[in-house]
């Protein structure tokens, strides 16, 4: 038995459990229940940084590597002519199934990120075409394909603004999830953001802006 304010005799805890007003069970221990995300503390790992955005940046990686290899099963012979001018007299069977086997697991990557909703396994696949990208416009300099040469850096900037958003979003989720200190205040912890996310997000919300509904003149009277 408790004593409360004034000597009088507060409620007596039975069998463990705590009297109406104390803290019961799954509020703010973290022991039964489902524990949700108090004020003042860190969602869990992958989902700070994940945006709503970032699905369709998925959908768009998975898309697109699976277009490539079903492309490169239906079109088998005109991609190994394709590998054989820029590289010779190579096995070009081999070196186009090396090329898909990394493309698979490019794809791979894409596929888990949006399953558990980590944008850090977009990285992989977006710099892995991007280094594919480079590197054949490159070979069509040497071999003077200046048409594909075109195309190429066309997928390559693609790619490469296609990570900077990423990038960006991945900022602006960290901003949004950071914990908060005094109610509408957000930590210092939870605001460093790097100076290229600084930059992405700003890039990210220019574009935004310039996007976004205008706002009508008023009418003078």
């Given at each position: 038995m408790t004593v409360g304010a004034g000597g009088d005799p507060g409620p007596t805890p039975v069998f463990g459990v705590e009297p109406p007003g104390?803290?019961?069970?799954?509020?703010?221990?973290?022991?039964?229940?489902?524990?949700?995300?108090?004020?003042?503390?860190?969602?869990?790992?992958?989902?700070?940084?994940?945006?709503?955005?970032?699905?369709?940046?998925?959908?768009?990686?998975i898309a697109y590597g699976m277009t490539g290899l079903v492309s490169a099963v239906l079109l088998w012979g005109d991609r190994q002519d394709e590998i054989e001018g820029y590289f010779g007299s190579v096995p070009a069977a081999a070196v186009l199934t090396a090329v898909k086997?990394?493309?698979?697991?490019?794809?791979?990557?894409?596929?888990?990120?949006?399953?558990?909703?980590?944008?850090?396994?977009?990285?992989?696949?977006?710099?892995?075409?991007?280094?594919?990208?480079?590197?054949?416009?490159v070979l069509d300099v040497f071999t003077a394909r200046w048409g594909g040469l075109i195309e190429h850096l066309l997928y390559l900037a693609a790619f490469v603004v296609l990570l900077f958003l990423s990038y960006g979003l991945s900022a602006k989720a960290q901003l949004a999830n950071a914990p908060k200190d005094d109610g509408d205040?957000?930590?210092?912890?939870?605001?460093?953001?790097?100076?290229?996310?600084?930059?992405?997000?700003?890039?990210?919300?220019?574009?935004?802006a310039l996007t976004g509904p205008r706002p009508r003149p008023e009418r003078s009277d």
């Open positions: 104390g803290p019961g069970i799954g509020q703010g221990t973290g022991q039964g229940g489902a524990p949700g995300n108090a004020p003042g503390t860190r969602p869990a790992p992958g989902v700070a940084t994940w945006h709503r955005i970032h699905y369709a940046v998925g959908v768009f990686l086997v990394i493309e698979l697991a490019l794809v791979a990557s894409a596929v888990v990120g949006v399953a558990l909703r980590r944008d850090m396994l977009f990285v992989p696949p977006m710099a892995g075409w991007m280094a594919g990208f480079a590197m054949f416009a205040a957000v930590s210092d912890s939870g605001r460093r953001l790097t100076r290229t996310q600084e930059f992405a997000l700003q890039a990210i919300n220019r574009a935004a």
